[in-house]
């Protein structure tokens, strides 16, 4: 080790060797009591650095980083630049809350220990594990982030696993007879609005933003096109619309007078009139298992419509714009609504089941009530050869006999010399 100071410079520099490398260091200091003593620590770190028995210093100084300037840091160069306000919102205050009540304000003091020791108790006190595998993702997307940029040394949480969340069955979907109910009940406004809801699948904010112009007619299908920032999954695309849609459209561009862009130019109906109008139709709010309706059911109700008529799964998923048919297939799809009886109906049976035998009448499907043996004109068919047809030969006429046990030796069947069983090895056992 030595300690020098440059030509024109009135601090101390540090010079040494370990292992057969060279390095030299600043000490940031005019004082040599300092420079010295500062050296013997630089040096004593870098050996066991070197040897891994410490992490360098640069990652040890990162550990140190308050964990708000990182959470900062996050939000203002993380996030994309068009994510919603309120994403955005639950990017910091999920974060933030989980290490306020965690106790942490270093990098060094998260651990997954201690989030799992804090998600445990949210958990015995009620929150479901859906918001907290949202408070796991943000924290992961965080930590991830950072170690990407190698702000961090690693991910405190990247152990950590998600909850199991338990499928719920809260929601089910109209029924016709009932979608019929409530479009007879409400004013034209409302009835417009939930015919284009159950049959087209649009949420309540793609309703909410749907403007005049979006509409497409090239003479023979009517489409919808759909603005990519106004979507869930921000894809847009078109949308073909049944029959009932373009009617409702063409009848809500008559009742509408206003100069307004948007088709829905006086707003969603909110759930306080949704419940009202399902009153007046005499539609109970939950089902015999518990199963509730709210606006989104009109989602469910087409696609649950488009399976019960018969449209492939991956039509399906194409309309209800999802990544992928089974969210479409389970989630969405009201299992009860589907018309199982009927298409279990239309399995057909076996002609000589033993259960519709016995259910004729009949012991036996081929024995006749006094007990003779009855066999239909095509098992006896089956039973002739070609050649017997016709010509009255028999098969045993053609063929001579031959005994079964030279039979069976001839086509390896049994061996030709009988000997104990237990003579045969494992294999051919």
């Not at 918001?131 to 965080?142: I, M």
């Not at 023979?220 to 073909?240: A, D, R, S, V």
């Not at 076996?350 to 259960?355: E, G, L, N």
Request: aromatic share 8%.
């Amino acid at each position: 080790m030595r300690l020098f100071q440059q030509q024109g410079c009135k601090t101390w520099r540090v010079r040494f060797w370990i292992d057969g490398r060279q390095f030299d260091l600043p000490l940031k200091t005019r004082h040599p009591e300092v420079a010295e003593k500062r050296a013997r620590e630089i040096v004593e770190d870098k050996q066991l650095e070197l040897a891994g028995l410490i992490r360098p210093r640069h990652l040890r100084e990162l550990a140190q980083t308050p964990l708000n300037e990182l959470l900062d840091l996050w939000l203002a160069n993380g996030l994309k630049p068009g994510v919603k306000p309120k994403h955005r919102a639950y990017s910091r205050n999920r974060p933030t809350r989980v290490f306020e009540q965690c106790g942490w304000i270093h990098l060094s003091d998260v651990s997954a220990e201690g989030f799992e020791e804090w998600r445990n108790q949210k958990a015995f006190a009620g929150m479901k594990a859906k918001t907290l595998n949202a408070y796991l993702s943000h924290l992961r997307t965080l930590f991830g982030w950072l170690s990407e940029r190698q702000r961090i040394p690693f991910d405190p949480l990247k152990e950590v696993k998600f909850l199991t969340v338990p499928k719920s069955d809260s929601h089910r979907a109209f029924t016709l007879d009932e979608l019929d109910s409530l479009l007879a009940c409400v004013p034209p406004y409302r009835r417009y609005l939930y015919t284009i809801a159950a049959y087209t699948g649009l949420r309540r904010s793609e309703l909410k933003t749907l403007e005049w112009n979006r509409l497409r007619d090239d003479g023979k299908i009517t489409w919808l096109e759909l603005e990519p920032e106004k979507t869930k999954n921000g894809q847009g695309g078109l949308l073909p619309l049944h029959p009932e849609v373009v009617a409702a459209f063409a009848a809500m561009r008559e009742l509408s007078s206003s100069d307004s862009p948007l088709v829905f130019d006086k707003g969603i109906t909110q759930m306080k009139r949704f419940r009202k109008d399902l009153a007046a139709a005499e539609i109970p709010l939950l089902d015999h298992r518990g199963r509730g309706l709210e606006f989104h059911s009109f989602r469910r109700t087409f696609a649950t419509l488009l399976s019960a008529s018969g449209v492939s799964p991956q039509v399906a998923q194409q309309l209800m714009r999802h990544s992928d048919f089974r969210l479409t297939m389970q989630s969405y799809t009201d299992q009860t609504a589907l018309p199982l009886i009927d298409e279990l109906n239309l399995v057909k049976s076996p002609k000589s089941s033993p259960i519709s035998s016995c259910s004729s009448g009949k012991t036996c499907p081929n024995e006749s009530k006094d007990g003779k043996a009855e066999n239909s004109d095509e098992a006896n068919d089956s039973l002739k050869s070609p050649a017997s047809k016709g010509s009255g030969e028999q098969l045993t006429d053609i063929v001579p006999p031959c005994p079964k046990e030279e039979m069976a030796d001839r086509e390896g069947f049994e061996p030709s010399v009988p000997f104990p069983a237990h003579t045969l090895s494992r294999r051919a056992h």
